[in-house]
């Protein structure tokens, strides 16, 4: 529960930047999901252990209160400490949901979107732009933004903004922030998750145009007319110094990529956290039956 996740990290730190971008965020936000569903699991297990371990529910179920408290015996409180544990995380990850809805009501308030057009230019001086993702999927500029661009520019802009609708890249930031809000050390993960959808966004921009050096001029450029006024909250808003190193690797590509492959490694360690969860799933039954077994000669 507590050391599955880091070394869903340990992995993560080891391949994620070896990866092209897009594997390297699909690979993190997956395994981090995993190994944040088991770690909430086992949470919920002990839950489930806690509750058995009051009288009442003992006397209702037909269990044997001494086996029951008798598994942790030696470690009393972990059974109840879960149980707070997982109303944190629970409230955490529902923050996180509800700040994602939230962005996403914001963003449909501010561009209605009528019509059929892939591409909304809204007339609003505030310089921004964002991928508004459904069926269709749609690109929302401002007028302040197109103005600051060039032709060229613009266009990687709006490939760049294509690349998020196309890799789906709001599921995966979301798998990745409610992963971190699940267990604290997969916050990297979360953070990670959310500069490596830049940068397959921008490498999928830059082959779509053919020209690495536009794509990087048009998010420096974009960069530098968000930072001089407020814009609206978009999808994909870059972190704070995300965006030189993106610069830079679009100008110096690093060409020292794993094989695809080696994505597997935090991905075998979160299943393999699955795995254990099960086991426990069935460790919990089986003290369950003993319980109810051990009780069943006293009626």
Known sequence: MLVAPLLVVAAAALVAGRLRPGAGAAALAWSAG??????????????????AEIPAVDAYFGLSHGTVT???????????????LLACCAAAAGRVWRRHRRGHAVIRTLAP???GERVVLLPRAAPDAFAVPGRPGRIVVTSGMRDRLTDAQYA???????A???????RLVLLADLAGALHPALR????????LVERDADERAAAAIGDR??????????????????????????????VPRRVTSLLTPDRRLLLPWAALLPLALA?????????AAVDLQQLLRSAHQAAAPAR
């Open 70 to 84: 008798a598994d942790t015996a030696h470690v009393p409180w972990v059974s109840w400490l879960s149980a707070a």
């Open 271 to 279: 299943a393999s956290s699955l795995v254990w969860t099960g086991e």
């Open 113 to 115: 979107l009528p019509g």
């Open 156 to 162: 990687a802009l709006l490939a760049h903004e294509q």
């Open 164 to 170: 998020h609708l196309d890799g789906r890249h709001h």
């Open 188 to 195: 990297w993960v979360s953070q990670r998750v959310a500069h």
């Open 213 to 242: 050096r536009t794509v990087a001029k048009a998010i420096a450029a974009a960069a530098l007319a968000t930072r001089e006024a407020a814009a609206s909250p978009g999808l994909h808003m870059a972190r704070p110094g995300s």
């Open 34 to 51: 995993g190994a944040a569903l088991a770690s909430a699991a086992n949470l919920a297990l002990f839950c489930v252990k806690a509750v």
